[in-house]
């Protein structure tokens, strides 16, 4: 790796290339600090004469899959900001330079906190009551930062398609039973999403470039400014609810955790949805969470998951196809205009 690092480097440093153009160079790759370790990749952070930084995510070995993520995430970060311009801004990694020999990516620093860790603090059962008005700013200014993204990449509408939608729920409820849960539970929440999906068939539905992983590991915040890392998984044209729908599934299921504050994560959400607009259709929020909630859920296929854990997602995952968890009664009456401004 540290040979890999020495040759990008030295490519980096011989065609002038900086932050941006008319930036200091890159420092010497000793002064790299790696933030990150994973098994197929590292994360650097690189330091900049100026006071900036720069990432850098550097492929482990020859592995071929991971240096086509990186050019992936590359050109979606370089496509983001052609489609959006100016109005992104600051709010996201701008790409510096690919180098697909070596197997590194380079993109602007962002600064900020991982929402991960700010409802780590904010958000716990202990302190989650008395943060209600911290969690509903950082899910108004969440659900602003979508909306824009989906603005300034907008495609035209296209009719919900049924058997596209059943053909990725079947893939994820594979992937959840494979963590454990029980096949009768998952039995009824296919069941239960590819009937309403069935009834939706035709809708039309507004696309989007989406980000492909909108959850708070992948949002930062400065001060109370959202900035969005990690565009690996995205998507140029796709539903808007598949960001929408994965930032909700995903604070659904930690509110399971009796760490947290249910009522904290429930204002966190409902705040999103709200600043977000009313252009969401309820039913189709409902079937795209219900697949965001197993496609979360089958990405932990590799971790170890308590038969507690088990017993926990499988109820949640009840409530939600019935339609009694508590997100769906909240988000379903602000879409309905059953709540008071």
């Not at 900035?227 to 539903?239: H, L, T, V, W």
């Not at 949805?273 to 197993?294: A, Q, R």
Request: glycine share 8%; aromatic share 8%.
């Amino acid at each position: 790796m540290e040979q890999s690092l020495t040759l990008a480097q030295g490519h980096i440093a011989r065609e002038q290339r900086g932050f941006a153009l008319g930036t200091p160079l890159l420092p010497d790759v000793k002064l790299w600090e790696r933030i990150v370790r994973r098994p197929h990749f590292d994360i650097y952070r690189v330091p900049s004469a100026d006071g900036q930084f720069a990432v850098a995510k550097c492929a482990r070995g020859n592995d071929e899959v991971f240096r086509r993520c990186l050019r992936h995430e590359f050109s979606a970060l370089d496509e983001v900001h052609r489609r959006a311009g100016e109005v992104l801004a600051g709010t996201i990694p701008d790409p510096i330079l690919f180098r697909e020999k070596e197997g590194i990516m380079l993109v602007s620093g962002v600064r900020g906190v991982s929402l991960e860790e700010k409802l780590h603090w904010h958000a716990n059962v202990a302190v989650g009551w008395k943060n209600l008005t911290i969690m509903g700013e950082i899910g108004r200014a969440l659900g602003d930062w979508i909306r824009t993204f989906h603005g300034s990449t907008a495609w035209q509408s296209e009719a919900h398609h049924h058997h596209h939608y059943v053909s990725a729920l079947e893939r994820n409820v594979c992937r959840s039973r494979q963590v454990g849960l029980s096949p009768t539970v998952l039995e009824h929440v296919r069941h239960r999403a590819a009937a309403i999906s069935q009834s939706l068939h035709g809708v039309q539905v507004h696309l989007a470039a989406a980000h492909g992983d909108f959850i708070p590991q992948n949002i930062l915040f400065d001060g109370v400014q959202p900035r969005i890392i990690d565009f690996g998984a995205y998507c140029g044209q796709a539903p808007v609810y598949r960001d929408v729908s994965a930032f909700l599934a995903y604070i659904s299921l930690l509110a399971t955790k009796l760490r947290y504050s249910g009522k904290a994560l429930e204002i966190l959400a409902l705040n999103f949805v709200e600043s977000y607009g009313d252009g969401l259709d309820s039913s189709l929020l409902h079937i795209f969470v219900l697949n965001s909630m197993l496609r979360i859920i089958g990405d932990n296929l590799h971790n170890a998951c308590s038969e507690r854990s088990q017993r926990r997602m499988e109820n949640v995952l009840l409530e939600a196809a019935d339609e009694t968890l508590w997100i769906d009664r909240s988000v379903k009456s602000f879409l309905r205009g059953d709540r008071q401004a």
